[in-house]
């Protein structure tokens, strides 16, 4: 579509809350407002579009400027537009949700900036994966928000998303009641090990872009919070370094849990894997229980996944599940 950034009328404004609470989530509901923010890489014009009109036809309204993709060698746009763009996009009022075209690389460029930020008075979900986690990380221990860890607008576009996985995203941004199980855990350590009952909010994202974070005024939080880690495209004794440098700075201490998620085209030169052979090394010392088996990342399935809001993990005999429960307050 050549016009690419829509006049909201009074029909299309978000709803406001019933709540006395002005920062309070409601869920999604037909004909509100969503935001497409390009943070990080660049991406073809047409993967904006498509996945625009796929946002269009599940019943929403899309906005997003015009000048939103003009790459700067491999970014979107420049550090000042994107920032800017940002912060447009998370202040304004009349958009409920602000989801990023794709990751790629570009927005630990914007900490600095968004740092400084006051924090803004409304809430809203922000969803990406990869890059995004970079942000996410900012707003869920800074700002004290909730964030979707799940797929990026490119993802849609590219239809490559199963019709289960779409409705549980779908599910995810509309139902108040909604919790998304990951089912099929498995420990890793002796931790993990007889019963567990865990609870706490789930944090982190992608493991090489959580471990730029250390040293900055954006280094992860962890305590009382059950980590989350992914990665794409890693050999294994990369994985290694990043989980070392982060147990080395304190990154793990006070945390309830670390869960992973996908690894995804993690092989050797030679075709070996050896991912799961490092994960369970690493953890085979830590105090804390670990545990695979989570659906998102850059995999095939990447199941939303809530950071900032209440987690449970249950387990017997190194297996068990873990519920992510929804930031959204009914209107009713």
């Known amino acids: ?95 409920k949700i602000v989801w990023c075209l794709r990751g790629g690389y570009g927005s630990i460029r914007l900490l600095p900036f968004i740092e400084k930020m006051a924090v803004p008075k409304n809430k809203k979900i922000l969803i990406g994966l990869s890059d995004i986690s970079s942000l996410q990380t900012v707003m869920t221990q800074k700002w004290g928000w909730p964030c979707l860890h799940s797929a990026l607008i490119d ?64 280094q992860i939080k962890t305590k009382n919070k059950i980590v989350f880690l992914e ?24 945390a309830k849990a670390i869960v992973f998620g996908d690894f995804t085209n993690c092989d050797e030169p030679n075709k070996e894997n050896y991912i799961q052979d490092v994960l369970s090394n690493f953890c085979a010392t830590l105090k804390i229980p670990a545990f695979t088996g989570i659906e998102n990342g850059h995999g095939e399935l990447q199941r939303p996944l809530f950071f900032n809001t209440k987690a449970e993990i249950t387990s017997s005999d190194n297996s068990g599940e873990m519920k992510v429960y929804s930031p959204f307050k009914s209107e009713k």
């Not at 037909?30 to 036809?57: F, M, T, W, Y």
């Not at 019709?163 to 420990?187: C, R």
Request: hydrophobic share 35%; net charge positive.
């Open 1 to 95: 579509m050549s016009k690419r950034k829509k006049t909201l009328t009074k029909k299309t404004k978000v709803r406001p809350s019933k709540s006395k609470k002005a920062s309070e989530l409601i869920p999604l509901q037909k004909g509100d407002v969503i935001e497409i923010i390009a943070p990080g890489s660049h991406a073809p014009l047409n993967h904006l579009e498509k996945g625009a009109e796929v946002l269009r036809q599940w019943g929403y309204e899309v906005v997003y400027d015009e000048n939103l993709l003009k790459p700067e060698i491999f970014l979107s746009n420049t550090d000042e537009y994107r920032f800017n763009s940002f912060k447009k996009a998370i202040t304004n009022p009349n958009s």
């Open 231 to 254: 990665e794409l495209c890693e050999r294994a004794y990369r994985v290694d370094r990043c989980l070392q440098q982060l147990k080395q700075a304190g990154a793990f201490e006070g």
């Open 155 to 218: 993802r849609l576009a590219l239809e490559k998303l199963t019709e289960k996985n779409i409705q549980e995203i779908k599910s995810a941004l509309t139902d108040p009641d909604f919790v998304m199980n990951f089912s099929g855990l498995k420990g890793i350590n002796k931790a993990a090990g007889g019963k567990k009952k865990i609870t706490g909010e789930v944090v982190g994202g992608n493991l090489m872009v959580i471990a730029s974070t250390l040293g900055t005024p954006s």
